[in-house]
């Protein structure tokens, strides 16, 4: 599974056995049959026999959904359909957080002479009902107990430890089934390659700083279904092994992962596969995605992807937040998934994509071909992303294209050694994308990378380097087949090709036009601004929700784009976008009436909220002098704030020794201040006492000197408060005093 971007690439997430396989068919008469714990699906099993016969053990067969636990009542010895009936029973331990309970339960057909159960080796408090402990964590079946069982806790918490360990192991050793990873850190796993999931160390998540891969949490949790290893003695026809996993109590299964708790499932059928989608209870809120969104890009998957190896159930849950997942996704089993809640769908690595093509994978590879797992996983999940109209071209390029930066591009894909980390998946998608194109052209869209992946898919021995170039060959030609040899065997790293190359091979893209909604912005007689949540306007100015509307495809389209107010649509903006523009529209509304709206933009809502403005309130008063002569005038300064979130408007008056002398409307901004400054003169000698609202100043006034003799004949005439003159002029300062003056930048 992709890793995750963080400052630098990481390691891929080691697979794990997460369940053993059941008994091989097949079995001669009076045989013995043998199947171990841990030991990988699809693999092949001895059964002794005098003849040395060889079988094939099968994949489990697990419910699709949970049962409950009273379904496992009512059994006899001797099963229906003549094979071994083993029953897994997963219960939480409320009051043991970090371990689940398991029973076994054997339903044993007349045939079988001898049983022998193998459990694993981290069981806790085994009991057992018609089993006798025999050593080595092996029970033997008396022979006569019509529903023998096994019972036992189980550490559930499974944790990735430092180190690395190759997704697939060499022809020459047990093959794990894959378990693809999105990687959330920088941690690796190390597991034995002869051991199930239930030999992963078992620690806390601060150990060492690393997370984990399965867990309960006591109220739920999410695990992976533990193998039972099986021997057995038979007369008569061959018996096989059926299996099945339930749940006592609400929860769901699948393969190979498990989900204990409360949850919802949606389900949807599409193309021969059944998509089960598993939501905890305490995931719901957590979801980035709708449910829906997610069945529906599966759907179109299951379609696009004709690589055969298509399973009839996949079953996906989605992972609680709030655990230290070490990895945003994880596939495990034939088609046993989880991703984390909060992932996202529309990007060019959703680990809801990623994990899903892991599904459709069922070959084994060898050192040379290791790559090609993550790679075609990583790659394929970029392209349907784009085919689906969830991401557009650049998007695609750029995800691509880090495969010919280093330190990847000068690695040799069939050489691990030369890997840094992450390379399977950067320069393997970049490699895997360049025959997929090539392939394209050479036949004319007759084959794809997918034909060779359905070659590699039927394979019954691991996929040699050799083999993957014949299928590249048997696709597409010896030149493409070259090219693969190329950019595999070499350090040679192609180079991300353009729209038009991408058009010539693929097929013209449809329009694709995406709608970015910014943040709301308000203007009118207060402000021009953006507006923080929770926004606030008066009454009477205008809201408007910019948008960037961009073609990403490769044709021209059209777009629409509608604000609703409380589900109305009260402005909209159209046109025709060529591929690969953009432009910005901006639709707008005026509130006329208070109240408590909401805005919305293509999905995007805004809660606004519309009030009355509020009386302007004087933040301080201030005088350039506070003595002066009678007839002289002094200079006031008020400096005025809004309450509150929103603006504020209203008339106030400066009064003198109580008188109004002057009215004046003052608009304030939130988070500003508005200005006035206005002379007021002085006729009378006293203390006079100046207010604006509730501040108040004292200004003393004292008689003129008195005239002297070169001063008779002249005669001046004095009126108290402003005169008509004077009044008009600071009417004058007041109005371009309060236009931008002494105000704070909004932050509203």
């Not at 990007?347 to 040379?368: D, F, I, N």
């Not at 002297?708 to 300062?733: F, H, I």
């Amino acid at each position: 599974a992709p890793p995750a971007d963080a400052g630098g690439p990481v390691d891929s997430l080691a697979p794990f056995d997460a369940a053993a396989p059941p008994a091989p068919d097949g079995i001669p008469a009076d045989a013995s049959a043998a199947t171990t714990a841990g030991a990988p699906a699809d693999t092949t099993a001895d059964a002794t026999t005098d003849t040395s016969t060889h079988a094939t053990a099968d994949a489990p067969t697990n419910s699709p959904a949970a049962a409950p636990a009273d379904a496992l009542a009512g059994a006899t010895t001797a099963t229906a359909d003549g094979d071994i009936h083993v029953t897994t029973r997963l219960a939480l331990t409320p009051d043991r957080p970090g371990e689940v309970g398991v029973t076994l339960r054997f339903e044993v057909p007349d045939r079988v002479a001898e049983l022998d159960a193998t459990i694993a080796a981290d069981a806790r408090d085994v009991t057992a009902e018609g089993f006798s402990a025999a050593g080595d964590d092996t029970y033997e079946w008396d022979g006569d107990t019509a529903t023998p069982t096994i019972s036992f806790r189980l550490p559930a918490n499974r944790t990735a430890e430092a180190g690395r360990f190759d997704r697939h192991a060499p022809a020459s050793s047990a093959a794990g089934s894959h378990a693809g990873g999105t990687r959330a850190g920088d941690v690796d796993a190390a597991v034995d390659p002869a051991a199930g999931a239930t030999n992963l160390t078992s620690r806390s998540a601060t150990a060492a700083g690393d997370g984990y891969l399965f867990v309960d949490a006591g109220p739920w949790a999410l695990v992976s279904v533990p193998g039972t290893g099986l021997s057995w003695r038979y007369r008569g026809e061959a018996v096989g092994v059926t299996r099945e996993t339930t749940v006592d109590g609400s929860g769901a299964v699948g393969d190979r992962v498990a989900f204990l708790g409360e949850h919802t499932l949606r389900e949807r059928t599409a193309h021969g596969q059944t998509f089960r989608l598993a939501i905890p209870e305490r995931a719901a809120g957590a979801m980035t995605v709708s449910p829906e969104a997610v069945l529906d890009a599966y759907a179109d998957a299951s379609d696009r992807l004709r690589v055969g190896d298509r399973d009839g159930l996949v079953f996906v849950v989605a992972a609680p937040t709030g655990v230290e997942w070490a990895v945003r996704g994880l596939q495990t089993g034939d088609a046993g998934v989880w991703v984390r809640a909060d992932e996202p769908l529309n990007t060019s690595e959703s680990p809801w994509l990623h994990e899903y093509v892991h599904t459709r994978q069922s070959y084994e590879t060898t050192a040379e071909t290791r790559w090609t797992i993550e790679g075609s996983a990583d790659y394929y999940a970029a392209a349907l992303a784009l085919r689906q109209e969830r991401i557009g071209f650049e998007a695609f390029a750029d995800h691509l294209a880090r495969g010919t930066r280093d330190p990847h591009a000068d690695a040799v894909l069939s050489e691990p050694g030369t890997w840094a980390s992450g390379t399977q998946y950067r320069k393997g998608s970049l490699v895997t994308g360049e025959l997929d194109r090539r392939i394209r052209l050479a036949t004319g869209g007759g084959a794809t990378y997918g034909t060779v992946l359905a070659r590699l898919n039927a394979e019954s021995e691991p996929v040699t380097g050799d083999r993957l170039r014949e299928s590249v060959a048997d696709a597409g030609n010896e030149s493409v087949a070259d090219a693969a040899d190329r950019y595999a065997r070499t350090d040679a790293a192609p180079p991300m090709w353009d729209a038009d190359g991408h058009e010539a091979a693929f097929g013209t893209l449809a329009a694709r036009i995406v709608v970015e909604p910014a943040a709301p912005a308000a203007s009118g007689p207060y402000r021009t601004a953006t507006l923080a949540p929770p926004a606030t306007v008066a009454v009477g100015e205008t809201v408007t929700v910019p948008a960037t509307v961009a073609n990403e495809g490769g044709a021209a389209g059209d777009y629409r784009v509608a604000l609703t107010v409380d589900g109305r649509t009260v402005d909209a903006a159209d046109g025709t976008l060529a591929p690969r523009t953009n432009t910005t529209v901006r639709p707008s509304w005026t509130a006329d009436e208070p109240g408590t709206y909401e805005l919305s933009v293509r999905g995007r809502t805004y809660e606004l909220r519309v009030r009355e403005p509020s009386a302007p309130r004087v933040a301080s008063l201030s005088a350039d002098r506070t003595t002066v002569e009678a007839g002289e005038s002094v200079r006031l300064v008020v400096e005025f704030v809004a309450e509150g979130a929103g603006p504020a408007d209203g008339e106030v008056t400066v009064r003198v020794d109580g008188e109004p002398v002057a009215t004046e409307r003052v608009r304030v901004a939130p988070n500003a201040t508005a200005t006035l400054r206005l002379p007021v003169a002085f006729n009378e000698p006293g203390r006079r006492t100046v207010s604006v609202g509730d501040r108040t100043l004292t200004v003393s006034v004292t008689e003129p000197p008195t005239a002297s003799p070169s001063a008779v004949g002249t005669t001046s005439t004095r009126t108290p408060g402003l005169g008509a003159g004077a009044a008009a002029a600071a009417l004058l300062v007041a109005v371009a005093a309060l236009v931008g003056v002494g105000r704070r930048r909004s932050r509203g």
